[in-house]
């Protein structure tokens, strides 16, 4: 199957050195990635490297494209959507404005009010709290919301930067679930980074194990799954 | 020996001082000396927003208190030209510690406004009828200039006179500036320009610093206005309008910020620019200051003081 | 009564000058954080340009409308060019580069168009209306004002590059995320403030005449408002204009003379800068240490 995204020798900095240090991944073109770690591993440096959003060196290339080094802007407009650590929230618009701006992207206008209400569809909270303001809505509604967000993209690739990260796990199992659901309809690509990697590995076919900015293990899931130090360091047994 | 290069270039410069005036014409005399009550204006403002990084777009107004001041007491209270620099100092360290109060409460951006503001009204406030009887409302207050005293050993010429007694008043303005600077107080200004929360930190009592630094810079720029009063002459609302506060401004960057040598740059280049550029039109001077704002701030941000010791270095000389 | 009403409807129909001023100026600040002090010159600048216009021959509102075209142009490329590069440099930078502006665009004004004072024409009727309170181009003055506060209304709620332009001056990063070029949204909003401006500019001009220096009061008084209403929030600087435009009047009339009406506007900035910041209807900022 044809990569979708693939990083080669990649480093990102965030000042004089490198807080990845030419790692090499790939996500599948359909397919969904993990990237696992502790905190500070440079999980979120890498999906911020893939956007654009720190300097880098190193190649990284969307579906043969060459994109590094090009603006966020421009690679969001090539179909990639990325939910931010911490959401991102527009906090001062309402629900429908947020969504909203995530189709700014595309020219389509009808369509972009079909994928609204198909969005209204999955999350039907959404729906119930489109006039209020967005910073109104508890963690777990505007991990929805933000999910929601880079979906009205209508992306070809979604990266998600610890999409369970401070959620009730009904809420988790929700987003989880939507994003198995997406992925086989809608056949969007999917990198996640997740400190939950019991989580990770359920979803993901293929995986990464970075530490301090290095790949130390990859394979897919279920190898990973089965590794003993990712099992007694990472999933606690 | 580099202090003692030092030395001697500040002797030379102070000699040839002290001989220019005999070598030039009496209009020459008169823009050096309005040079050197800018330059002493200049760093004024230069001790308040270069060294403790306090915005000031209104020391204009200090100017004119200076200026009213020196002038109300030689007109209406017969005080000798001389008495008349302490003390508008004096009033002017008053009204600026008073300002930098509530100014402790502003920062950077809010404080420009807030100053530019100040500079933009004070010429109306000048013109008000209720204190006309002071003021001399829009006309203003016309003054004898002061001649040299009797007791010269040799002839000078009113001009010539007005230079030196201003050529001392520098003198000793930046030497006090000097010693205000290099040692503590220097330091506690820019360890609050640059962290505020580290000075605070430390010990330095940051409000008191900050007030003080607001009045002597008030001061400083007071004892200008006091000087103009009687070189000039005269006093009017509308010689203290909003660009004479860009004026002291576009000398500070020009010249260097929290430099001292810096201050006499840019009162040379706030004196003599517009008597060059007016030449080609009456806008002209205008045009030139905001180029050189700009351009200063992208290229120079150091000012021709900053250049010149970055080519001393480079030099090594 | 009837002298006070007058008083009233005359600071209103200034009001309606300030509140266009102080809007442009919260317009850059919510984008950018900055205070565009050269907003006056560049409003004045424009009315020149307005002049010439006329003056060659144009219809009044053909000239109106490519003034505004030429203001947004003018807004974005100062943006573009000279803004943007020390957009992260220290304040005092910042500051200098705006006075920068404000002198340069002092100074072509009077080169290009000399200083002499100019009267400018207004396209109303020169007569008075509502029984004598105000005069006919006071109200067509407030009329377009209130025009121009509902286009740009309608603009940011409904257009999806007024939401753009919102989101890039609320949170750059997510707007990055979401495709917008958040550069050239600020570049507009300078733009849309620029045209406001000019806007302003060409109202007040038939009113007090045509000068280099006809804005720097004027300038005062859109700070006054726009800090009075709060200098995050456009609601609140149009209604600061309104406010600040009656009360000048007000008390100029009847409490400290019509020489002193500046003052008004340097007290309100400074009693609102030290008593509250956030003005009247504006959002407190908290700085992190």
Known sequence: MAAILEAKALEAYYGPSPVLKRISFTVEEGGITAILGANGAGKTTTLRAVCGMVRTTGEITLAGQRIDGKATEDIVRLGVAHVPDGRGTFVDFTVEENLRIGAYARGDRRQIAEDMERVYGIF???????????????????????VSRALMLRPRLLLLDEPSFGLAPLVVQEIFRVMREINKTDKVSLLLVEQNAALALDLADHAYLLETGTVVISGTADQIRSDETVRKAYLGY | MAIDRKRLLLIAVLVGACVLPFLLTNYRNFQ?????????????????????????????????????????????????????????????????????????????LYLALATFALGVAIPQILKY??????????????????????????????????????????????????????????????????????????????????????????????????????????????SFNIFLSISILVGMVVGGTASIPGAIFGGLFVQFIPNISEEISKSAPWAIYGVFLIVFMFLLPMGIAGALRMLLVRFKL | M????????????????YASVALALVMIYQATHLVNFAQGEMAMFATYIAWALIESGFPYWTAFGLTVLIALAGGI???????????????????????????????????????????????????????????????????????????????????????????????????????????????????FAAAIGAIAGMMVAPI????????????????????????????????????????????????????????????????VLTVKPSGLFGKVLVTRV
């Open chain 3, 208 to 271: 007090v005449y045509l000068d280099p220096n006809m804005m720097s009061g004027i300038l005062l008084y859109g700070f006054a408002s726009a800090l009075l209403g709060g200098i995050t929030n456009p609601w609140g600087a149009v209604a600061g204009g309104f406010i600040v435009g009656v009360l000048e009047n007000v008390l100029g009339a009847y409490v400290i003379g019509t020489e002193l009406k500046l003052t008004v506007a340097l007290v309100i900035i400074v009693a």
């Open chain 2, 129 to 238: 009828k209720g204190i006309e009887i002071w003021t001399g409302g829009v006309q203003g207050i016309l003054l004898t200039k002061p001649r040299p005293p009797e007791w010269l050993p040799f002839r000078l010429s009113r001009d010539q006179w007005l230079y030196f007694v201003t050529l001392f008043t520098s003198g000793v303005m930046f030497l006090l500036a000097h010693n205000l600077l290099q040692g503590r107080i220097g330091r506690a200004l820019i360890a609050i320009r640059d962290h505020p929360i580290a000075a605070t930190a430390m010990g330095i009592d940051t409000a008191m610093v900050k007030s003080m630094a607001f009045g002597v810079s008030a001061m400083y720029t007071g004892v200008a206005g006091a000087l103009s009063a009687f070189v000039v002459g005269f006093v009017a609302p509308d």
């Open chain 3, 2 to 17: 009837d002298a006070f009403l007058h008083q009233v409807f005359s600071g209103l129909a200034a009001g309606g000058i």
């Open chain 1, 124 to 146: 039907p909270r959404l729906k119930e709290r489109h006039g209020q303001q967005a910073g109104t809505l508890s963690g777990g509604e505007q991990q929805m919301l933000a």
């Open chain 2, 32 to 108: 050096l000396t309005l040079a050197l009550i800018y330059a002493i204006s200049i760093l004024g403002l230069n001790i308040l927003t270069g060294w403790n990084g306090q915005i000031s777009l209104g020391h204009g107004a200090f100017f004119a208190v200076g200026a009213y001041a020196a002038a109300i007491l030689m007109s209406k209270a017969g005080v000798p030209y001389w008495a008349t620099i302490p003390v508008a100092g004096a009033v002017c360290l008053v009204a600026g510690f008073l300002f930098g109060l509530p100014a402790l409460r502003l920062e950077g």
């Open chain 3, 77 to 191: 490329l100062i943006q573009r060019f000279i803004i943007r590069p020390v957009s992260n440099a220290s304040v005092l930078t910042v500051v200098v580069v705006f006075i920068g502006m404000l002198a340069i665009f002092n100074a072509v004004a009077g080169w290009v168009f000399s200083h002499t004072v100019k009267s400018f024409p207004s396209p109303f009727p020169s007569k008075s209306v509502l029984g004598g309170l105000l005069s006919a181009h006071e109200l067509g003055a407030m009329g377009i004002t209130l025009v121009v506060l509902i286009v740009l209304y309608a603009f940011f709620k409904w257009t999806p590059l007024g939401l753009a332009m919102r989101a890039a001056a609320l949170n750059p990063v997510s707007s990055r995320l979401c495709g917008v070029r958040v550069g050239w949204m600020l570049a507009f909003g300078w733009g």
